[in-house]
């Protein structure tokens, strides 16, 4: 529940702070005293978006803090799942920069605000006097029902189906728009595919020919070099090799009269064997070197082919043409394969539907179930305010297709007049009447929901007299329960309270205090009588209060 709540330059409120009664806390202040900043700024505590206007000076933070016992709640998994220390004692913090940035804590932990505001939905339950229309949406409807039927742990199962059924759906449609555009695609990939496999394509065989090819085209000049250079080292006359042996043989018979000689002997030798090494591989290439012009134009023939297939298929290399091989192989593997992946596919899936059908059913059955008890309890709770004559009923309807929430299509049918055909509560339903069921609804799933804390928001609005004493009653009974805090106009609804809150403004400002006993006397009088308050106000405001 909530302990305390601090408020700091937001919107008409300078600075406000109140402590909260564990039971049954009432709200009232005049038309535009600042009720409902009071309810944006707990809004920002719980997640809500910043509109931009939380400011009322520009130059400072603005700051809403919320201080919370969580004793009982059963918090503690969540406190673990988003690694934060749980304390029985837990402190909400929002904070919006003059820049416009937001920032949220948990006891003084910075949190995502995902994170805050799936906390703030297990603390605190808001009803706006706008949510009236939320009868309006089925998926609220829905929810309503199923938390009666107590669904949470059947939808959740069929949530899991439901989901895997949707990825399954998009996986066939993938892989029936694969194999079609396959389909358009397959003869090209075909002779794609075989233009390359019939090239016999190796990698690096590019740099190869050309290597040589350049010593073919140029076969004549190497030739005449390689001539050239064994005729220097091994000329029968003139050749270096016979002139350094001769120079060798002198002087190593010198060695043992000139040392020095030997030296140079042994260096000539080491000379001598790698000019002959030289010789011996000038020669093997000689022999080797061919000029073969039938070999030299299957070679040209050869590299222009490659090139031509990578400009063809607008490629790099011949690394890249073997990878497009590859791909245009596996793709073709694919096609071939597809109906078989499709038919694999379509059984899965009708699998999974056919689970989540069962699901569904189960679904409906509770739902249907449970609907007559959720239509006795809304009813018993309209007539203590005075709607006797009701009918409301929960009509379930199938739907051609599976949803999120099963296969049914909840209704709540009402009429306020036994003797007339019931509709959707939504259309047929005055102000004053759609409160009357908000509250008979938000008072039943509240204590299933077992909410820590409620908020109503003028709930109360079309209403008076007895029937505002027995809304009273029934939002006062809530409070045994929980901590319920009510905005309000009533007088009858003012005086359950177990604190008494009254917002008003003060040179511009937006302040609350929490009443005495006494004050509570006038302000309820006030509330009876209007500004001109009364000794018969006074006394009714004693009678209202049992004083």
């Not at 012009?293 to 043409?321: F, N």
Request: hydrophobic fraction near 40%; glycine fraction near 6%; aromatic fraction near 4%.
């Amino acid at each position: 529940m909530l302990r305390r709540l601090s408020v700091e330059n937001y919107a008409l409120i300078d600075k406000l702070e109140m402590e909260l009664d564990p039971h049954l806390n009432i709200i009232t202040g005049e038309t535009g005293a600042g009720k409902s900043i009071l309810l944006g700024a707990l809004g920002l505590l719980l997640g809500a978006k910043n509109d931009g206007s939380a400011m009322k000076d520009s130059a400072r933070n603005c700051t809403v803090e919320g201080t919370f016992d969580l004793t009982g709640s059963n918090l503690e998994p969540f406190f673990a799942e988003n690694d934060l220390d749980y304390a029985a004692e837990t402190t909400l913090t929002r904070i919006i920069t003059p820049a416009g940035k937001s920032r949220a804590f948990v006891n003084d932990v910075p949190v995502q605000l995902g994170q805050l505001r799936e906390l703030g939905t297990r603390l605190l339950d808001i009803h706006s006097q706008h949510q009236n229309l939320i009868l309006s949406s089925e998926e609220f409807r829905t929810s309503a029902l199923d938390t009666v039927a107590g669904n949470s742990g059947l939808l959740a199962r069929y949530g899991e189906q439901y989901a895997r059924m949707g990825e399954q759906r998009r996986r066939l449609a993938a892989l029936r728009e694969a194999a079609e555009q396959g389909r358009r695609d397959e003869e090209w990939l075909r002779f794609q595919c075989d233009e390359l496999t019939a090239a016999t394509l190796r990698e690096g065989e590019q740099a190869e020919l050309e290597e040589e090819l350049a010593v073919l085209e140029n076969a004549d000049r190497i030739g005449e070099a390689l001539t050239e250079l064994r005729n220097a080292l091994d000329n029968d006359e003139t050749g270096v090799l016979l002139q350094l042996k001769n120079a060798e043989n002198t002087l190593g018979h010198l060695r043992n009269h000139y040392p020095t000689a030997g030296e140079y002997a042994d260096r000539l030798h080491a000379v001598l064997e790698e000019l002959k090494d030289i010789d011996a591989s000038a020669a093997a290439s000689s022999e080797r070197l061919d000029g073969d012009p039938e070999r030299l134009a299957k070679l040209s023939a050869r590299l222009d082919m490659l090139i031509a297939l990578q400009q063809k298929y607008r490629v790099a290399d011949e690394a890249e043409l073997i990878a497009l091989r590859d791909r245009s192989a596996a793709q073709l593997a694919a096609i071939v394969h597809s109906d078989e992946e499709i038919a694999a596919a379509e059984s899965t899936l009708k699998e999974t539907t056919a689970a989540a059908e069962a699901l569904a059913e189960q679904l409906h059955k509770a739902r249907e179930k449970a609907a007559a008890g959720f239509a006795r309890e809304i009813l018993a709770t309209l007539a203590k305010l005075g709607m006797s004559e009701t009918v409301f009923r929960i009509e379930l309807a199938p739907r051609e297709e599976l949803d999120r929430t099963g296969r049914d299509r909840v209704q709540y049918l009402f009429t306020a007049n036994a003797r007339m055909t019931p509709q959707p509560v939504e259309r047929i339903a005055s102000g004053g009447e759609l409160s009357r069921v908000m509250l008979a609804l938000k008072a039943m799933l509240a204590k299933r929901m077992q909410l820590p804390t409620i908020l109503f928001d003028e709930i109360d609005t079309g209403v008076s007299g007895r029937i505002a004493d027995a809304m009273g009653e029934i939002i006062e009974s809530l409070s045994g329960s929980m901590q319920v805090v009510d905005i309000t106009h009533l007088p009858q609804v003012a005086s359950k309270g177990s604190a008494h809150f009254v917002v008003y403004k003060r040179n511009g400002r937006t302040e609350i205090t929490r009443l005495s006993d006494d004050d509570r006397i006038a302000e309820i009088a006030k509330m009876l009588s209007g500004s001109q308050v009364t000794q018969a106000a006074v006394a009714q405001a004693r009678i209202l209060l049992g004083r």
